[in-house]
């Protein structure tokens, strides 16, 4: 599935979609969860949620 078709099932509240997008972001919010050359779990679960507004927000 592609991004255009999971979007609009996560905006619907689909769990599975949801869970989806955050697997294939994982390795983006983790690369940008380190902070000076240590994985910073705190930042980590803030991008999540983050991530999960702006999926809510977003529009195609």
Do not use: W
Not at 18 to 41: C, H, Q
């Amino acid at each position: 599935m592609n991004f255009k078709d999971i979007l609009p099932q996560a905006q619907a509240g689909r769990e599975t979609a949801v869970e989806e997008l955050l697997t294939r972001y994982r390795p983006l919010l983790v690369k940008e969860s380190i902070y000076d050359g240590v994985f910073d779990e705190e930042l980590y679960q803030e991008l999540c949620l983050i991530l999960l507004k702006c999926i809510h927000n977003f529009r195609i």
